[in-house]
């Protein structure tokens, strides 16, 4: 996020697209839902009546797939009417021309066309976005999960800035992080191309300093991302995988390939809490510790570093899990001997300038918010103030590009996924509770598809893609499209991501999942 | 910004304009009980606990609901004071259930710390009692009405902090009671089990159901720790008793949620003591899952990844870091892979 969760209280507009934070994000959705009451204003884009939706001031419901249109075509109209920031982009930006040629074709007639939102919207929505001071993008998994997911962000951030919403308190582009610590992790450089920092592995200078701090040779070679992981277990030339904390068989898209590349590997280690369906396929699991179990560091959607603490000792024979990979490298000759995390977590801050003025003792209480590069350094609210990380923000002339499987005669639905209130990605379905509370998957379809297929709320329908097929329980309602299927991913008796496309952006190869072409059929 | 003076209790302060008389009693180092009172929420002035004397009002006013004006001369424990709460608490004890010895809340109640404080027992007016049924038939919170004393601080918290407002007052006089669209169940309505209303209930009225029974309020360890699901990074106190996290209580100084969290983060985290917890490493043998040491295992890990490197290189191995792990464990975890394995194979679900 370029801004701060206080900062949710101290905008005049929110512009929420492919987000559902209030089951998804409950604590920034429940400051977005208070903040209408004093007013605020809401434009919500989503090709569902999601809960927002209902509470919006303008509801673009767009068709999926088609969020590039939709952005052009608000840009079109508010170069159109005069309505950008033209100081802003004099001075911050280049690259407006190129951008204004682009969207000059993406007039309201054929955005609305291409989207299913009427023109009356397109206008409302543009004007009001670009006329209100303080207006603030919010955007998570809709926008990213697309096989343009990095053109659709791009397209976001070209509005915010045609409108010089960035660099400001109760602006920003902010995109709510899906999991806990997704923000610390690849703060850390659990990515192939970078170290802690996002420095870069190929830039030899970052990879000297990495070797003297370490005291052994690295490699320069940019690694693997996880679908070419996959790929390359199946094709032969990967051989082992060493798997902490994630369960890639539930949650990436299309399992039987996951299943495929995990049964094909010489060895497979998984450290887990819990029997999960990719430690079923493990040579060996070992038994992590949980949150509570451990100090640590965990870094928010916001860059905020905050403490995680041990509150009891590990379960049973568990470990935790900075131990368990200290443990298996030392026995490889590595030398990692660590006492504690917070001496990890020194080492990395001294090697990483977004983090070097943090310590343990400074987030204490509050955490911090990297960019935060010396002990006297306050962290950072709110990014961009002077300058974007390139210096000049740069606008990108992009065009629409369809989803990578539509509905056609043999698949004639379109199935989309996400996540509901009562359950994350894992661990939620082992809490009594909540798997007591939404024990098993309700997908959403439409009424008239409902009454086509013969079902109602409760029946079983059997949902097939080309690449698998689950069973599922429904929820008719009119809050889904008709043609439309919208499933969550966080059962094991309904593996969701059976259906899923293996179709991924080709620059952050992020997958497709909020789009498939699948048959619906009852279930006797 | 322009400040008043005023005197309480013989001593003099300065406060901002604006200031109402309970907060700059409390800045003066007065004592104030309050119980509708929330620094967070709207001011109701509704519980009257607050009351004041002013040198020259007609009566004594609500302090958490009068502003602080210049030259003011406030008395926060004269007699007529003390009596007027003792005599509001009177009201609220004959109206409430006498279960100290057993209720959740004790030791944590600001009704049993006020009775406490003023010496106030029960029976001094009698009367007709509540007896609502208690409403426990949802998996995440226990209603008990008969607690509750109308401070409205839930149904305010629920609009305010949540902008949900499930919860209102209903009725009118002596049955006025906190409830739901029809006075329906929670489990009945459209209430999302956040349990901010718990967090901000003064009484036993509203309780976590799954704490009820587990220890009392003060053998509890709470600490404070960052959520473990959604990317918001909530802060909570864990709710520890031997050993055991018995559950969740949210933490004012939080600073991306203050008291507010959601249904997951205040209920869910009971899975770290769920039965299904791996509790020892795991070697397959002949496809089956065999308990071993952990000398067994790691040594197994350590020898296979040393196998596949010589034998195939540094790059035929990958690892998928975690984005439920700490910093500490994905920064170990890259590093192991770079300075350890020798290749940049590693990544985590920040993509997928």
Redesign the interface.
């Known amino acids: 996020m370029t801004n701060s969760f206080a900062d949710y209280l101290n905008t005049d507009l929110f512009f929420v697209i492919g987000s559902n934070p209030t089951e998804a994000h409950p604590m920034a959705g429940a400051k977005i839902m208070s903040s209408l009451l004093k007013g605020t204003k809401l434009i919500v884009a989503d090709p569902r009546r999601i809960e927002l939706a209902e509470k919006a001031d303008i509801w673009l419901q767009h068709r999926p797939g088609t969020d590039i249109p939709l952005l052009n075509g608000l840009m079109h109209i508010i170069i159109k009417e005069g309505l950008q920031d033209q100081a802003f982009i004099d001075e911050r930006t280049e690259g407006f021309e190129a951008l204004k040629a682009t969207v000059e074709t993406y007039t309201p007639a054929r955005v609305a066309e291409m989207t299913g939102v009427p023109e009356n919207l397109l206008y409302d929505a543009a004007r009001l976005y670009a006329t209100t001071a303080k207006a603030m993008l919010c955007y998570t998994l809709g926008i990213t999960e697309h096989v343009c997911g990095v053109d659709n962000v791009m397209s976001v951030a070209n509005l915010a800035m045609l409108t010089g919403h960035l660099g400001k308190e109760g602006c920003g582009v902010n995109p709510q992080r899906g999991q806990n610590n997704v923000q610390g992790a690849c703060d850390m450089g659990a990515l192939p191309g970078d170290y802690p920092g996002y420095q870069k592995v190929a830039n030899p200078e970052v990879q000297a300093k990495f070797e003297k701090a370490w005291g052994v040779k690295l490699s320069p070679k940019v690694g693997l991302m996880i679908p070419d992981m996959m790929d390359a277990a199946v094709e032969g030339k990967l051989k082992a995988m060493y798997i902490l904390g994630e369960d890639p068989v539930m949650t990436d898209p299309d399992a039987h390939h996951i299943r495929k590349a995990l049964n094909t590997m010489e060895f497979v280690v998984v450290q887990e809490l819990f029997m999960s369906e990719t430690a079923m396929l493990a040579d060996v699991v070992l038994p992590g510790a949980s949150f509570a179990e451990k100090d640590g560091t965990f870094s928010s959607s916001e860059r905020r570093v905050q403490r995680v603490r041990k509150a009891i000792e590990p379960i049973a024979d568990s470990k935790a899990d900075w131990q368990i990979i200290c443990e298996v490298a030392k026995r490889m000759g590595c030398n990692m001997d660590f006492a504690h995390p917070e001496q990890i977590f020194n080492e990395m801050a001294a090697l990483t300038p977004s983090y070097g003025g943090i310590n343990y003792e400074r987030i204490e209480h509050t955490g911090l918010q990297w960019p935060c590069p010396t002990l006297d350094h306050p962290g950072t609210p709110v990014l961009h103030t002077k300058a974007f990380t390139r210096g000049k923000g740069l606008f990108k002339a992009i065009e629409h590009t369809p989803p990578a499987e539509m509905p056609d005669e043999e698949y004639p639905y379109l199935l989309s996924t996400g996540r509901i209130l009562y359950h994350y990605n894992v661990t939620t379905q082992y809490s009594s509770a909540l798997a007591a509370h939404r024990p098993e998957e309700m997908a959403m379809l439409h009424p008239a598809d409902a009454a086509t297929l013969g079902v109602k709320t409760g029946d079983k329908v059997k949902v097939t893609s080309r690449r698998g097929s689950v069973e599922t329980k429904v929820d008719v309602t009119d809050k889904v499209l008709t043609g439309m299927i919208w499933m969550s991913f966080h059962y094991k008796d309904t593996k969701t991501n059976e259906l899923t496309v293996d179709a991924f952006d080709p620059v952050s190869k992020t997958g497709e999942y909020k789009v498939a072409a699948v048959q619906i059929e009852k279930v006797m | 910004m322009p400040t008043v003076n005023l005197t309480v209790d013989g001593n003099q302060v300065s406060v901002p304009k604006g200031t109402t008389v309970l907060e700059a009693a409390w800045k003066a180092g007065s004592f104030v009980p309050t119980l509708c009172h929330d620094p967070e929420l709207s001011k109701p002035g509704a519980c009257r606990l607050c009351v004041v004397e002013i040198k020259g009002a007609r009566n004594m006013p609500a302090s958490c609901v009068t502003e602080a004006a210049e030259g003011m001369v406030v008395e926060t424990a004269s007699p007529a004071v003390v009596e007027a709460r003792k005599t509001i608490l009177e009201l609220m004890l004959d109206n409430h259930p006498q279960d100290c010895l057993t209720c959740h809340q004790a030791g944590d109640c600001k009704l049993q710390d006020y009775a406490y404080f003023y010496n106030v027992k029960p029976g001094a007016f009698g009367g007709e009692t509540k007896n609502y049924d208690i409403e426990d038939d949802n998996?995440?919170i226990v209603r008990n009405m008969n607690k509750c004393i109308l401070c409205g601080k839930c149904l305010r918290a629920c609009?305010?902090?949540?902008?949900?407002a499930v919860i209102d007052f209903a009725y009118r006089g002596f049955k006025t009671k906190v409830a739901t669209a029809m006075d329906k169940h929670l489990a009945d309505s459209v209430c999302?089990?956040?349990g901010t209303c718990v967090a901000v209930c003064p009484t036993g009225a509203l309780t976590e159901?799954?704490m009820l029974g587990k220890a009392r309020k003060w053998e509890v360890?709470k600490?404070?720790?960052?959520?473990?699901?959604?990317?918001?990074?909530?802060?909570f106190d864990?709710n520890?008793h031997q050993?055991?996290?018995i559950g969740v209580t949210s933490n004012a100084?939080s600073?991306?949620?203050g008291r507010?969290?959601?249904?997951?983060g205040r209920?869910?985290?009971?899975?770290?003591?769920?039965p299904?917890?791996?509790?020892?490493?795991?070697?397959?043998k002949n496809g089956e899952?065999v308990e071993s040491s952990?000398d067994e295992?790691?040594?197994?890990?350590?020898?296979?990844?040393?196998d596949?490197k010589k034998?195939?290189g540094?790059?035929?191995?990958?690892?998928?870091?975690?984005?439920?792990?700490?910093?500490?464990?994905?920064?170990?975890?890259?590093?192991?892979?770079?300075?350890?394995?020798?290749?940049?194979?590693?990544?985590?679900?920040?993509?997928?």
């Open positions: 998996l995440f609009e305010e902090k949540q902008g949900r999302v089990s956040c159901k799954a360890e600490v404070r720790t960052t959520c473990p699901f959604c990317g918001v990074g909530c802060n864990l520890v050993g055991k996290v100084a600073p991306a949620n507010d969290m959601c249904v997951k209920f869910g985290t009971d899975y770290v003591h769920s299904k917890r791996l509790t020892k490493p795991l070697i397959k899952f952990w295992a790691l040594d197994l890990v350590a020898s296979k990844l040393g596949i034998k195939y540094s790059d035929s191995i990958a690892a998928l870091s975690s984005a439920r792990c700490t910093n500490e464990e994905n920064y170990v975890m890259q590093k192991f892979m770079r300075a350890g394995i020798g290749t940049n194979n590693v990544d985590h679900c920040a993509r997928t």
